[in-house]
């Protein structure tokens, strides 16, 4: 007969309150204590559900299923690591489960959906860490929620007799919302509705909302689009304060303003853009000086003469951060009469602009630059497409200026890969649409020479400002600057991919930087035209840094500048 463990009821509640203190995340109910212990016998079992129940009322277990329990949120503090507790921005995965990406760096940490405390995606939350179990993540439960990040969604209604609730179209927010049949606003079963989170009692598996705003049908273009831009909180029309300041910006240019800047009306000024575009913020100018020498300018509509800082149209401005480009429609930082108006450089009419001038050669060194404040006059807007027939046949309307420019970008194009810029060319897909707005057709956005001559120079602007201000001077305090920074590769993603490459019969050479971008560019020819070509591409772009803001520069290793920025 097998022996059974007996133990005192004394010496059984301190295993108990140990096994709980050493496992604060887990549930146990009487069965599991009991086999872990090798206690068989039914009274012995039932001693430990006397315990139990007996630590819950004394507020050290919390019971989460009937019988089972788990160590109270209250007692985590005093097991919690010398560090307690950390702030952090909640990263939710559609199972409710979340990660907490700390402020302070480091791993993520994870935290299991019964322990989110009602935090949504992006919060910026409040956690107490759990004691690190060996070879696992670092788990913690949300305690608090320092700033919703996000309160209104998109969703579908469902509405019964007494209430509705809304099935949230994105999949970060796993639950849905149930609205009160006061908070309906006459919203039907089946459309598509803007919804705002307006609570969430402590004991609810559900937040409660109400109706802002009926988009529609679900399925119609419209509806979709202000869909996507609605579940961003992204504004669908300016305030009426905004649209009456942008009125009273006048359009015609005072002739004391004019008289301030450098006046380049009468040198030959063009636009290219996509056929369909609507405002053209960014205009190339060239001028033939003799002797070999020619000088270009990249203009940039200046939209700080129009838009001044402290008022309503920098703070609808500042709050909407940029403009929205989806398939068929643009949503605008500004309003059009900015937009689309005076800070547009439509062809034949006086414009306002910051301009970066070269003075080259026709080897497309730059001998000489110069930045400020200018107004200009484009001679005429040209699409992409007529650029491209233009250098392709060398006829048309401005050839001989537009294949000047050409040669000039090519030039600098050559020499850029030549100091270890990566030739990523990876294929846009666009879609057209029929007249309800719903795609037919999709195709490959080629990148042919007129769009690489007006990157080239909007390249060279970018570079040249963000070395005019940030590279060192003799005597001089560096100037805060924001500059477009991009990282080396990670060492170990590179080392992966290159062992992928291998097993497809290709090799990369990483042993510095130089033979790493030769290699590259060495690859993406091999690549070109095979069915292989997109899958490496898009797995060589994933092994690289991502690109980011920052005041502090480490240059752009993708372009192999030194000093970069986004003046244009």
Excluded at 63 to 69: A, L, Y
Excluded at 283 to 300: F, P, T
Excluded at 309 to 322: F, H, I, N
Excluded at 527 to 538: A, D, S
């Amino acid at each position: 007969m097998a022996h059974k463990k007996k133990y005192p009821k004394s010496q059984l509640h301190g295993i108990i309150v140990s096994i709980f203190a050493d496992n604060p995340f887990r549930a146990y109910n009487n069965k599991q204590i009991a086999s872990m212990l090798g206690i068989k016998d039914k009274a012995g079992k039932n001693l430990i559900y006397t315990i139990l129940t007996e630590l819950q009322a004394d507020g050290y277990l919390q019971e989460v299923k009937r019988g089972k329990f788990v160590l109270h949120a209250d007692k985590l503090a005093t097991l919690a690591n010398k560090k307690k507790y950390i702030t952090g921005t909640v990263e939710m995965k559609k199972t409710g489960k979340a990660y907490i990406i700390s402020d302070e760096g480091g791993d993520d940490i994870f935290i299991a959906s019964n322990n989110t405390h009602h935090a949504l995606n992006g919060d910026h939350v409040k956690v107490l860490l759990f004691p690190k179990r060996k070879g696992h993540k670092t788990e913690g439960q949300i305690v608090e929620i320092l700033e919703r990040k996000k309160t209104h969604y998109v969703g579908i209604l469902e509405v019964s007799k007494n209430f509705g609730f809304v099935i949230p179209d994105s999949q970060l927010l796993p639950y849905d919302i149930f609205i009160p049949k006061s908070k309906l606003k006459k919203a039907k079963t089946g459309q598509k509705v803007l919804v705002n989170i307006t609570d969430w009692p402590e004991h609810s598996n559900n937040p409660f909302g109400e109706i802002i705003e009926v988009l529609g049908k679900p399925g119609d273009n419209d509806v979709e689009m202000k869909s996507i831009l609605a579940d961003f909180d992204f504004p669908l029309s300016f305030p009426d304060k905004v649209l009456q300041e942008a009125e009273k910006i006048g359009m015609e240019i005072p002739k004391e303003e004019i008289a301030r800047r450098k006046d380049y009306r009468k040198v030959w000024t063009i636009t290219i853009d996509p056929v369909d575009a609507k405002d053209f913020d960014d205009a190339i100018s060239l001028k033939k000086l003799g002797d070999g020498l020619w000088e270009v300018g990249v203009h940039i509509a200046d939209v700080t003469h129009y838009v001044k800082p402290d008022t309503v149209l920098d703070a609808e401005a500042y709050k909407r951060a940029t403009s929205i480009y989806l398939v068929d429609r643009v949503i605008p930082m500004l309003p059009e009469k900015l937009s689309n108006g005076v800070c547009s450089l439509r062809p034949d009419e006086d414009k306002l602009t910051f301009s970066a001038i070269f003075k080259m050669n026709d080897k497309a060194e730059v001998l000489s630059q110069w930045f400020g404040k200018t107004v200009i006059r484009s001679n005429r807007r040209f699409a992409y497409e007529e650029v491209q027939k233009i250098i392709e046949t060398e006829q048309g309307e401005f050839a001989k200026d537009i294949l000047k420019l050409n040669e000039l970008a090519s030039i600098m194009r050559d020499i850029r890969f030549k100091n270890g810029a990566i030739n990523f060319n990876t294929p846009e897909i666009r879609f057209k649409l029929d007249e309800k707005g719903k795609p037919v057709e999709t195709y490959v956005k080629e990148s042919k020479e007129a769009n690489h001559l007006v990157e080239e120079f909007m390249l060279l602007a970018n570079k040249s400002v963000a070395t005019f201000i940030g590279k060192p001077q003799k005597n001089k305090k560096p100037k805060t600057f924001v500059y477009r920074v991009h990282d080396e590769p990670n060492p170990e993603k590179l080392n992966t991919f290159t062992q992928f490459l291998n097993r497809l019969g290709y090799s990369l050479e990483i042993q510095s930087r130089d033979t790493l971008a030769r290699s590259f560019n060495s690859l993406f020819d091999q690549i070109k035209g095979k069915g292989e070509e997109n899958m490496i591409e898009t797995i060589a772009i994933r092994t690289m840094s991502k690109a980011y803001y920052s005041t502090e520069n480490i240059g752009h290793y993708g372009l192999a500048f030194p000093f970069y920025t986004h003046f244009t």
